[in-house]
């Protein structure tokens, strides 16, 4: 496909204004300079669903014959299966890198469940966090070894995943469900990870992490806000876990912005905020306009960095609050055709209102940042 600068020198040419052999050397020196072309979003596609399908065919394969294998026959189809998947990628290095980054993504999401079949061979102690802890330190050695960003992606879910799961089994154990810490925590880490985002060359890693604070913020942010919790521990039980939500968080931001972090902290303060307002109830008016509040200023954040994807998640954030508290509090007063009326103006209304605001925000951003 031709460029626009090609087409333009080819007009310029004919015109007259440059001469054939001055636009031969522009069209020389262009070829020489070109940067190398990215892959093309099929291949990108195929890449995915190549890795996905093969690593979930293996999984099948194996969970298929499980019953049929002897224990050293699974402990050497468990081993075969992870290292099969990193020599194919380290042979694929040299010829198609981005084939070696798929294969060996496949082999560090196949380490997962290696570990836990080799704790089902041998009747290890269940402890399902510990076998996640050994998955997360692969991950984080296969990205210190390789520096994919899919490691790296990797090892940012599963170390949040892995703490979790250490709060989880301890709160089970004590027979209390206060699982307040792991929702703010998660959505604390969903800013940091979202914040991520620099500008349009940032690198894959950060984009990778971007994608994923986006996708987990609200979910998250929601059952901060709306799932009650009754009773809570002994705060000599809490403080090493909320210390974790404000830490971690805290630090990976720092290392992401450097001086820019304390807009995170800022987030960090909102999220334990909303912890306090929603008090163990969930449905209270505070947490509405906590929520509403935390919408306008993840939005003014994309507006002051130049992030569309903020404001759109500051738009959605706010719409969810409002028809959530339609829902909640004032849908079940109201008559059934009235309420159904004015469901259909909220979103009629509502929508159009938020729809022109969002373009009004985006039109202030700088479009070379975005």
Do not use: K
Not at 6 to 27: K, N
Not at 51 to 65: C, K, N, Q, R, T
Not at 170 to 195: E, K, Q, W
Not at 252 to 273: C, D, M, P, Y
Request: charged share 15%; aromatic share 12%.
């Amino acid at each position: 496909m031709r460029t626009d600068w090609e087409s333009r020198l080819q007009c310029w040419t004919v015109a007259g204004v440059v001469e054939a052999a001055t636009a031969s050397r522009f069209r020389d020196w262009e070829r020489e300079h070109a940067p190398p072309q990215g892959l093309r979003w099929p291949i990108w596609i195929a890449l995915a669903f190549g890795a996905l399908l093969l690593g979930a065919g293996v999984l099948l394969f194996v969970s298929a014959h499980w019953d049929e294998l002897s224990p050293s026959q699974r402990m050497a189809l468990v081993l075969a299966m992870v290292g099969a998947f990193h020599l194919g990628g380290a042979a694929a290095a040299g010829r198609f890198e981005w084939l070696s980054v798929a294969l060996h993504s496949i082999g560090t999401v196949a380490l997962g469940g290696g570990i836990a079949l080799a704790g089902q061979i041998f009747n290890l102690a269940e402890h399902w966090p510990a076998a996640v802890l050994l998955w997360a330190v692969g991950a984080a050695l296969a990205w210190a070894l390789l520096r994919h960003w899919t490691q790296a992606a990797l090892t940012a879910i599963l170390v949040p995943y892995w703490l979790s799961g250490e709060w989880w089994v301890r709160m089970h154990g004590n027979g209390n469900d206060y699982m307040v810490p792991i929702a703010a925590g998660i959505c604390a880490l969903s800013f940091t990870y979202l914040s991520a985002r620099r500008a349009r060359a940032d690198s894959a890693l950060r984009q990778a992490l971007g994608w994923l604070g986006g996708l987990a913020l609200l979910p998250a942010a929601f059952a901060t806000a709306a799932v009650p919790w009754r009773t809570a521990p002994a705060w000599r039980e809490q403080w090493v876990v909320w210390s974790l939500v404000v830490i971690l968080p805290l630090a990976v931001a720092i290392l992401l912005r450097g001086h820019e972090a304390w807009w995170n902290a800022l987030a960090i303060v909102w999220t334990l905020l909303l912890v306090a307002a929603n008090g163990g109830h969930g449905d209270q008016v505070r947490v509405y306009v906590w929520c509403a509040v935390g919408a306008v200023g993840l939005a003014a954040w994309g507006i002051h960095e130049s992030r569309p994807a903020r404001i759109n998640l500051g738009i959605a954030g706010f719409a969810i609050t409002v028809l959530s508290f339609y829902f909640s509090n004032v849908m079940d007063r109201m008559g059934r055709s009235g309420s159904l009326m004015a469901l259909g103006v909220l979103f009629l209304g509502g929508g159009w209102l938020l729809e022109r605001t969002r373009r009004r925000l985006i039109a202030q951003i700088r479009p070379e940042a975005s």
